[in-house]
């Protein structure tokens, strides 16, 4: 956990299978490998099933907070990520309809994050997932942006898998192009959270059997979710899952590839022109210009003004990284402003819109924040 005079930062992995489906581990050993990886907390999310809530796996295990959602969805359609929902939802019963799914989950008062919405297809290991295709649904919360999973096994094939293997870094290339640019489109109609996540399953891979593929352990240490809370975790388990899955569901979070640097105290934050302060995830209206006119004229400003700066509407942005690395400013999808081996980038916002950054840290991906959204 961080802390500033904001918010209290927690560092976590979302996306896991255990044995409960088709993961290799116990809810033990996850937990083990999690308190050894250094994360605040860790979600579990078994497919079609929350046998380990109901077994008793939800709770603090000494510092780790270990949470049970769900992934929903059949071998062949829509998968979904469920968080703080208390009944499992059986893809049959929802006629395997990924709007179906969100409705039910919404109905328990959860959130749902389209899962690997890329999808995958590996001919090489026989393995497919369909892409999301429910993008016009307005009630799911946000995407999981960025897949570990798939951004590894996207390009392995029989030739490279020991390689890969003993140098994942090598192959992972970031979220896919084509899913950033999607949330860049969603975003500018409505919020949308990303997150980042591991989809765990610590499988062995015949004939590799003596080894396991993305193990709990490598895995953990790789992708993370970092959550922004306004108070700390508590040692009361109902209260610290309604901090959680609240900055979950308001976008106040970022995901990154913490293997490459840690980036924990990664901020990106916004301050408008009548004081109020922003946290990733969170929106404002920029006041109009004559809006803006009106109240200096209200303020009886001396003739000697200068008028000019009657008709900004600014936001004041700031990003701040913890080491040196390559900070991007994205407004509506564009490219607005790059500054190289940096630890801040400032931007006067005068135009409304969707602001995100996106961080390269020795030229890999590294950190993806989520936007504040300044509307007109």
């Not at 116990?26 to 050894?36: D, F, G, H, N, S």
């Not at 994360?39 to 109901?54: G, P, R």
């Not at 062995?204 to 709990?216: C, E, M, V």
């Not at 953990?220 to 899955?245: A, G, N, V």
Request: a negative charge; proline letters at 5%.
């Amino acid at each position: 956990m961080a802390e500033n005079s904001q918010y209290y930062e927690y560092s976590g992995v979302l996306h896991i299978h255990s044995r409960y489906s088709d993961g290799s581990g116990t809810i033990e050993k996850i937990t083990r490998a999690a308190k050894k990886a250094g994360l605040d907390y860790i979600i579990v999310t078994d497919h079609n099933t929350l046998k380990a809530m109901e077994d008793g796996a939800e709770g603090w295990h000494d510092d780790l907070l270990v949470l049970v959602g769900e992934e929903i969805g059949d071998h062949e359609g829509n998968h979904c990520l469920a968080f703080g929902i208390s009944d499992p939802i059986k893809p049959r019963d929802h006629g395997q309809d990924a709007g179906r799914y969100i409705e039910a989950v919404r109905c328990q008062g959860g959130i749902v994050f389209a899962a690997h919405p890329q999808g995958l297809h590996n001919t090489s290991f026989d393995l497919h997932l369909s892409p999301w295709d429910a993008w016009d649904d307005p009630d799911y919360t946000g995407l999981e942006v960025w897949s570990y999973m798939c951004d590894w096994v996207e390009s392995v094939t029989w030739l490279n898998i020991l390689y890969y293997y003993l140098r994942p870094e090598k192959v992972i290339h970031g979220p896919s192009p084509d899913v950033l640019q999607k949330w860049d489109q969603l975003c500018q109609v409505r919020r949308v959270v990303g997150i980042g996540g591991s989809d765990a399953h610590a499988r062995h891979l015949s004939p590799f059997n003596f080894i396991k593929f993305l193990s709990y352990k490598r895995t953990f240490h790789r992708l993370r979710t970092h959550l922004l809370t306004p108070s700390p975790l508590s040692p009361d388990l109902d209260e610290s899952k309604r901090l959680i899955y609240t900055a979950l569901g308001s976008g106040h979070c970022f995901f990154a590839n913490d293997f490459l640097a840690d980036s924990t105290g990664f901020n990106f934050k916004a301050s408008t022109d009548e004081g109020q302060m922003l946290l990733m995830g969170d929106e404002a209206r920029l006041r109009s210009a004559a809006e803006l006119f009106e109240k200096k004229l209200e303020q009886k400003f001396p003739p000697d003004c200068n008028c000019l700066g009657l008709f900004q509407r600014l936001a004041e942005l700031e990003v701040t990284s913890p080491v040196p690395a390559s900070l991007r400013l994205v407004h509506n999808g564009q490219l607005v402003k790059e500054v190289s081996e940096a630890r801040q980038l400032t931007w006067k916002a005068s135009e409304p819109g969707v602001y995100r950054v996106e961080a390269r840290y020795n030229g890999n991906p590294w950190v993806f924040t989520n936007p504040i959204y300044l509307t007109g």
